[in-house]
């Protein structure tokens, strides 16, 4: 029953949604191209083309998925088949918690009224913090995987700064980089290059943690990691100390 219950949960709301939409793109590239070349896809062609096919699919549901989870918000984590009537189980759940010492005898009422009445209220409690805890869960695990990507990109940006011999400035929020003389045009477009899309990266995932602190706070008070918070803390400090003074930008 565990196990049921387990899978259930992984039944959310993002991720029926993102499977949905990939099935539906896949069936339309594959009949379009069937169309077209003659071709069909998986069951004919050359392997090349079939892991190309796949690899699209797979990129589209990554790309989906992030834009209905950011759409969404801890929505995009709740398990399908219990979406109807969310916002009245959160509301039962914050209640039963704030309440319990102010009104002892309301639970001890619902067990000596009707039948239905208990069943239903139980049922609804015993499902809320299944949800509650299942968001918490993933919750949890998004803000470490944002924080450890944070680092991976800092210290990226750290060494490319160190192996390239580079400085990097912000100017009115905006990212300036300066390179040595000896540097190629074809070297400076390249890091150019390289050092602004670390540093969009950087900027959406400290971006995305700050919406992730505010679920956090909605769901427990922002409590749930403080480990995470504090590395994310240390991650922005890191970023700061990269760049150069503007004294030095000539």
């Given at each position: 029953?565990?196990?049921?219950?387990?899978?259930?949960?992984?039944?959310?709301?993002?991720?029926?949604?993102?499977?949905?939409?990939?099935?539906?793109?896949?069936?339309?590239?594959?009949?379009?191209?069937?169309?077209?070349?003659?071709?069909?896809?998986?069951?004919?062609?050359?392997?090349?083309?079939?892991?190309?096919?796949?690899?699209?699919?797979?990129?589209?549901?990554?790309?989906?998925?992030?834009g209905l989870e950011f759409k969404l918000?801890?929505?995009?984590?709740?398990?399908?088949?219990?979406?109807?009537?969310?916002?009245?189980?959160?509301?039962?759940?914050?209640?039963?918690?704030?309440?319990?010492?102010?009104?002892?005898?309301?639970?001890?009422?619902?067990?000596?009224?009707?039948?239905?009445?208990?069943?239903?209220?139980?049922?609804?409690?015993?499902?809320?913090?299944?949800?509650?805890?299942?968001?918490?869960?993933?919750?949890?695990?998004?803000?470490?995987?944002?924080?450890?990507?944070?680092?991976?990109?800092?210290?990226?940006?750290?060494?490319?700064?160190?192996?390239?011999?580079?400085?990097?400035?912000?100017?009115?929020?905006?990212?300036?980089?300066?390179?040595?003389?000896?540097?190629?045009?074809?070297?400076?477009?390249k890091i150019t290059k390289q050092v602004?899309?670390?540093?969009?990266?950087?900027?959406?995932?400290?971006?995305?943690?700050?919406?992730?602190?505010?679920?956090?706070?909605?769901?427990?008070?922002?409590?749930?990691?403080?480990?995470?918070?504090?590395?994310?803390?240390?991650?922005?400090?890191?970023?700061?100390?990269?760049?150069?003074?503007?004294?030095?930008?000539?």
């Amino acid at each position: 029953m565990r196990f049921l219950s387990f899978i259930k949960n992984k039944f959310t709301i993002g991720a029926v949604f993102s499977l949905l939409a990939s099935v539906l793109v896949g069936l339309f590239i594959r009949s379009t191209y069937q169309y077209v070349c003659g071709v069909s896809l998986l069951l004919e062609g050359d392997i090349t083309l079939n892991a190309l096919y796949l690899s699209t699919l797979a990129l589209f549901r990554f790309i989906f998925a992030a834009g209905l989870e950011f759409k969404l918000g801890t929505t995009y984590h709740m398990p399908i088949l219990d979406y109807k009537g969310s916002t009245v189980l959160y509301m039962d759940d914050n209640s039963t918690s704030n309440d319990s010492s102010s009104k002892p005898s309301s639970s001890n009422t619902g067990l000596s009224g009707s039948g239905s009445g208990s069943s239903n209220q139980g049922g609804s409690s015993v499902i809320t913090k299944e949800v509650v805890q299942n968001i918490k869960a993933n919750l949890v695990k998004d803000m470490k995987d944002n924080v450890t990507t944070q680092w991976n990109m800092v210290d990226k940006l750290i060494k490319m700064k160190k192996d390239h011999n580079i400085k990097l400035y912000s100017v009115d929020g905006n990212l300036e980089i300066g390179v040595p003389p000896s540097m190629t045009d074809e070297e400076v477009a390249k890091i150019t290059k390289q050092v602004g899309i670390i540093d969009r990266i950087i900027q959406t995932k400290f971006s995305e943690y700050k919406n992730m602190k505010k679920a956090d706070a909605n769901i427990n008070g922002s409590k749930l990691d403080i480990t995470s918070d504090i590395m994310s803390k240390a991650n922005k400090v890191s970023y700061k100390m990269i760049f150069d003074d503007d004294d030095d930008n000539s």
